[in-house]
């Protein structure tokens, strides 16, 4: 049974060599560089309804390969 999501969770991820912070919240996500406030947002709702439209060129299907190695889940 999964856990429910009741407050952001802040992740650490390096893309290029450079820092990014990670928030995975109840509305959705963010990306962001470390230290700065500005970065992408998508919201669940729209990840459901569009499939991701909103997000950069080059998004991968569920389960395709990812740079460094690991599977996207």
Do not use: Y
């Not at 429910?4 to 990014?20: A, N």
């Not at 709702?45 to 389960?63: D, I, K, V």
């Amino acid at each position: 049974m999964s856990t429910k999501l009741t407050h952001e969770i802040r992740r650490e991820i390096t893309i290029d060599g450079e820092p990014f912070t990670v928030i995975i919240s109840p509305h959705g996500l963010r990306l962001s560089r470390k230290r700065f406030r500005s970065g992408r947002e998508l919201t669940w709702e729209a990840l459901w309804r569009e499939g991701g439209a909103e997000m950069a060129n080059g998004s991968r299907p569920t389960g395709s390969p990812v740079p460094g190695g690991a599977a996207s889940v």
